[in-house]
């Protein structure tokens, strides 16, 4: 069993930054992708980046060169950095952790808000 904890979320003016963070308990973690979402009221989740246990990356185009995703195993933590926000990008975060191998394998956080003022 893994348990995810986000913190990191806020109020932040456009054009800001903010680091958020997922720290994780429990056994496997190592070996698990991670992943950001995001869900903005009234909209599905949607996919904002992921990062394999080698370190691969990948994001969704309405934030490539602006957020950065990193992990550090050895804090089974994960991070994302987001620079340059958007309004647009005012939304509940979530951390996910996976094994694409394993389609019953997945874990969520609570999640926290992001809010970006115009």
């Known amino acids: 069993q893994v348990q995810l904890v986000e913190s990191g979320g806020g109020l932040v003016q456009a054009g800001g930054s903010l680091t958020l963070s997922c720290a994780a308990s429990?056994?496997?973690?190592?070996?698990?992708?991670m992943g950001w979402y995001r869900q903005a009221r009234g909209k599905q989740r949607d996919l904002v980046a992921t990062?394999?246990?080698?370190?691969?990356?990948n994001y969704s185009d309405s934030v490539k060169g602006r957020f950065t995703i990193s992990r550090n195993s050895a804090k089974d933590t994960v991070y994302l950095q987001m620079n340059s926000l958007k309004p647009e990008d005012t939304a509940v975060y979530y951390c996910?952790?996976?094994?694409?191998?394993?389609?019953?394998?997945?874990?969520w956080g609570q999640g926290t808000q992001v809010t970006v003022s115009s």
């Open positions: 996910k952790t996976f094994r694409p191998w394993d389609a019953s394998y997945e874990f």
């Open positions: 429990g056994s496997g973690f190592s070996i698990n992708d």
């Open positions: 990062i394999t246990r080698g370190g691969t990356t």
